[in-house]
């Protein structure tokens, strides 16, 4: 089902464990075609919701430089603190953009004031995070977690491939534009929904291995996954190309994610393990 919304402006939302909707814990997967600041908003609104426990983020693109924003941000000041901290970022990135200089050394700028890495790479920081690059040479894809979770690695993974030179890690070189698509089928065995968001609508993680169509029940036990996209996507040239990014329009793109996510909130996922493996994916514009 499509729950779609034309709303730019959204006011601070109400929890939706009035409608008896269960504890959630979710992975997200961010893919790098979805619009950043619409990521932004997503991530915004599902920190107002305190019966919604993020246990971790795999992210492309720019995203992965939110992604390591929120989960600091977490680290060090939970929701309050994660909300904080990506409004500090977007305010980097708007005001930073304006400026016409190489964007590498901006995007590693902007990551060196919003983070502290060993934070967030710390057993205490409640998201485990993943970043995806592609090796510049052989194409393929790369995760970087744990203790291969660098500064490097991050910026690698928003870098626009060709239009800025990419970053060398350990003697090889990598830069954005991760397929989600390669990812393994089951990021992560205690979040019982997966959530993606994503650009483009016909985007979606891998569907479960088991396809049975008579099965009511995934026998892999993966998390049932669940899409939200922007039904304003436009593809267009990827943040930071433009010679300026105004306020106003990050904040509309913003609150049309953080609507996506309450659509998406409403909705009543605590009978999705009933729901046949084949039916596994549902999406949210």
Not at 226 to 255: C, K, M, N, V
Request: overall charge negative; hydrophobic content about 45%; some cysteine.
């Amino acid at each position: 089902m499509l729950a779609q919304s034309a709303v730019r402006t959204v006011a601070a939302a109400t929890p939706t464990r009035h409608l008896g909707v269960e504890d959630r814990t979710i992975d997200i997967v961010l893919a790098n075609d979805a619009h950043a600041a619409f990521v932004w908003g997503v991530l915004d609104r599902l920190l107002d919701e305190p019966n919604c426990n993020v246990s971790g983020v795999t992210a492309s693109g720019f995203a992965a430089m939110q992604a390591a924003v929120f989960a600091y941000g977490l680290s060090v000041g939970g929701r309050r603190g994660a909300r904080t901290a990506l409004a500090n970022l977007w305010r980097r990135v708007s005001h930073a953009s304006m400026f016409a200089i190489d964007r590498t050394s901006l995007l590693r700028s902007m990551l060196e004031q919003s983070i502290d890495l060993e934070q967030i790479r710390g057993e205490d920081c409640p998201v485990k995070l993943d970043v995806l690059a592609v090796n510049a040479r052989s194409d393929a894809l790369k995760i970087f977690s744990g203790e291969q979770l660098s500064i490097d690695a991050i910026v690698a993974a928003a870098t626009v491939p060709f239009l800025s030179a990419a970053v060398e890690i350990d003697g090889d070189f990598y830069w954005g534009d991760g397929d989600i698509s390669q990812l393994p089928t089951a990021l992560s065995t205690g979040a019982r929904h997966g959530l993606m968001v994503t650009g483009k609508p016909s985007m979606s993680m891998a569907r479960c291995p088991d396809r049975s169509l008579s099965s009511t029940h995934c026998a892999a036990g993966c998390a049932t996954v669940h899409t939200i996209f922007d039904s304003q996507y436009r593809a267009a040239s990827p943040l930071l190309l433009r010679p300026w990014i105004d306020w106003g329009q990050l904040t509309e793109i913003r609150d049309r994610g953080r609507q996506s996510a309450e659509n998406w909130l409403a909705a009543d996922l605590s009978r999705a393990h009933e729901r046949a493996a084949f039916d596994c994916i549902s999406q949210y514009i």
